[in-house]
């Protein structure tokens, strides 16, 4: 099982060092990926309620950790900055609300990313959950699924046809001229995020891999047999996917070693975790991290 990092680059505290210092600790502590969310806006005050618990199996209240003037790095420049100030290391959204942006724009600078990550680059992607972000937005909460696929469907269209026509109910354009194309082939992985029976449709159907978050290993093995199901519906099955799970990890690091084993044992490629890490010791607190999980740097025998 692969394992990663996810950080929260916020423009205040951890800034642009912080950015590059956490990229390069990532890698020479050798993990595989380094992971960046995103939301576009956030609000003092919500009514949207956060999916996600604060840990797996947790009864605690649902509810997304942010300060009071909490910002968040666009996650396309920040995967373009940490795979420059890196070689092997590779970098995701985990994950990006691609229904925020116009198909004809987000393929242009995702193949551009990947071209300047060297073919480094994983779209993760999810339909998103704040009703007011997408209120702000101008975009019909509702409509969110529909737009994230249509979206999906249009970008690997300018990706991979050479004059792309696309025709949606939201989307559509003709013979258009859209280069350049990606460094990886066919794409680069598109990653579908969320645990409903919608979000396993949409990885089983548009996906090279599916990202679930903050689930025991016994909700991920559940998951998991569903989206089975849905895939050999499709006449797919997992050799054709992904299954990625984060986690949000706040105890002792040497609880996070038994928690890798038992979902690595459900079927999960990688996991990658979000950790407490403060801008003063990055280095140090992410190679204590690799090692509590069984990571050796590159090189070392």
Partial sequence: MHLGLVDVCDGATKGAHHLRTMAVATEAAGFRSLWFPEHVVLFDEH?????YAPAPGSDAPHRLEVGPD???????????????????LRVGTGVALV??????????????????????????????????????????????GRLTDECLEAVRALWTQRRPTYEGRHVRFGEVVSFP??????????????????????????????????????????????????????????RDVRVLLGLAHKGPLDALADYAAAVEAEGVDELTVAARIRPDGVEDRVAEIGAALGLRPPGDP
């Avoid at 071209?115 to 680059?121: A, I, K, M, P, T």
């Fill in 47 to 51: 009514h949207s309620e956060y999916p």
């Fill in 70 to 88: 909490q910002g968040i790095f666009d996650p396309f420049l920040a995967c373009a900055a940490a795979a420059l100030h890196t070689t092997t």
């Fill in 99 to 144: 229904a925020a942006r116009h198909p004809l724009v987000l393929a242009k600078e995702l193949a551009t990313l990947d071209h300047l990550s060297g073919g480094r680059f994983d779209l993760g992607v999810g339909v998103g959950w704040l009703r007011e972000e997408f209120d702000a937005l101008g975009i019909a909460f509702a409509e969110r």
């Fill in 181 to 238: 194309k990606p460094v990886q082939s066919p794409h680069p992985p598109i990653l579908v995020g969320g645990e409903s029976d919608a979000a396993l449709r949409r990885a089983a159907r548009l996906g090279d891999g599916w990202y679930g978050w903050n689930r025991t290993p016994e909700e991920a093995r559940a998951l998991i047999a569903r989206l089975d199901e849905l895939l050999a519906e499709r006449g797919r099955s997992r």
